[in-house]
C-alpha cells in the first residue's frame, strides 16, 4: 500500500494520478522505511488499525486524523495517533468463552464427529444471533449461504476430513476443495462472532480468539484434520515433481522432517484420494501447491495441535 501510494501521488506527466494519499500504520519501522506521502501511525494491535471495539469515538477520531493528514503540505509524513487510548486494551477480566462445551473428544466416526459439532453450534446460535442483533453487521457469508447452514457446512468439513469427499452438495457456488476455504472462513466468523458476544465480558484479543478456536473446540480440530488431508496430498505431489523431503517441508512450511516421517504412512495407511490428487497437481485451487492447506489453519496455530492432547491430559 504504501508503495502504491506514492505511485498514485506522482504527477499525471509522470505516470500517476496526482492524488494526495493517506494510510494508517501499524509498524513504525517499516513505513519509515518505505515512506508513504503520509501516515498515521497507531498503537492498536493487528487486525483493530481503528482501536479497540465498540469504541465508535475513537474510531471516528483515528479516521479523521488519518483523513486530516491530506492537508500535511510536506512529505513523507509519518505522524503519531494523538491520544492514548491504552487502557481500552486492558481488559478488566480475563476472557472466556461464553460457552462451556461437553467434555467430549472427537472420535474418528463421522455421526459421532458430526453430532458433537452440532452441538457446539446449537449453543453458539443464540450468541452469534445476539451479535448480530447488536452489531448489525456480519462477516460471514463468504460460501453464499446464511448461518442457518452452519450444521450442513460442519458437516462437509467433517466428511472431507474423514474420507476426502469431494461432493459439492447443491446450492454451492465453488467447487471441491476450493469450497472448504469460504467454508472454514464463515465457520470461524461463526463461532469467534458468537464467542465474543457475552454482554460484559472482556473483549478477547485476536490470539485468544485463534487459540480458543484451534486448541479448545471440536471444530477446530476438524480444521486441522481438513488441512493435514490437504497437507498429505500436496506432500506425495511434490515428492512426485522430484523434490527431496526437506524441500518439501520448506515448500510446505513444515518442521523438518516431517515428510520423512509422514511420507509412507500417507500411501500405506490412508489412501489419497485421486480427484483430490489431479487438483492439487493441476494447481486449480488456485494456489500453489502447498498454499491452499494454509488457507485452513493459518500459519500461527499449524504446529500447535498436539497442544489439544496436552490440554486435555490436564484436565
Not at 474418528?108 to 453458539?124: C, F, G, K, V
Not at 476443495?177 to 484479543?205: M, N
Request: hydrophobic share 40%; with cysteine.
Amino acid at each position: 500500500m504504501s508503495v502504491l501510494s506514492q505511485y498514485i501521488e506522482r504527477p499525471v506527466e509522470d505516470g500517476g494520478a496526482g492524488i494526495a494519499t493517506v494510510q494508517i500504520s501499524l509498524i513504525w519501522p517499516v513505513t519509515e522505511k518505505i515512506r508513504p506521502p503520509r501516515a498515521l501511525w497507531v498503537p492498536f494491535p493487528f487486525g483493530r488499525p481503528l482501536g479497540p471495539p465498540n469504541r465508535p469515538d475513537v474510531q471516528l477520531d483515528v479516521l479523521r486524523q488519518t483523513l486530516g493528514l491530506v492537508n500535511q503540505l510536506t512529505a513523507p509524513a509519518l505522524v503519531d495517533y494523538a491520544d492514548d487510548v491504552e487502557d481500552d486494551f486492558t481488559l478488566e477480566e480475563v476472557w472466556s468463552c461464553p460457552v462451556t462445551f461437553p467434555d467430549i473428544e472427537p472420535k474418528n466416526e463421522l455421526e459421532s464427529l458430526n453430532a458433537q459439532m452440532r452441538t457446539e453450534a446449537q449453543l453458539l446460535m443464540p450468541w452469534f444471533d445476539e451479535g448480530l442483533r447488536a452489531r448489525g453487521r456480519t462477516t460471514f457469508g463468504t460460501s453464499g449461504r446464511d448461518a442457518n447452514s452452519i450444521p450442513e457446512m460442519l458437516g462437509i468439513l467433517a466428511e472431507f476430513a474423514l474420507d476426502a469427499r469431494m461432493t459439492v452438495p447443491e446450492g454451492y457456488a465453488h467447487p471441491m476443495p476450493q469450497l472448504l476455504r469460504y467454508i472454514a472462513a464463515d465457520v470461524r466468523a461463526f463461532y469467534t462472532e458468537a464467542a465474543i458476544s457475552k454482554p460484559g465480558a472482556g473483549f478477547p484479543s485476536p490470539e485468544e480468539l485463534e487459540e480458543w478456536f484451534f486448541l479448545h473446540t471440536v471444530a477446530g480440530d476438524v480444521f486441522y484434520q481438513v488441512r493435514d488431508r490437504l497437507v498429505s496430498v500436496d506432500m506425495l505431489v511434490l515428492i512426485a515433481h522430484g523434490l527431496d523431503d526437506d524441500e518439501v517441508d520448506s515448500r510446505l512450511v513444515l518442521i523438518s522432517g516431517t515428510t520423512a516421517g509422514m511420507a509412507l504412512d500417507i500411501v500405506r495407511d490412508r489412501g489419497p484420494n485421486r480427484e483430490l490428487l489431479k487438483v492439487s497437481a493441476s494447481g486449480s485451487t488456485g494456489f500453489p501447491t502447498g498454499r491452499f492447506s494454509r488457507t485452513i489453519v493459518p500459519t500461527t496455530m499449524q504446529d500447535r495441535r498436539r497442544e489439544r492432547t496436552i490440554s486435555t491430559s490436564a484436565r
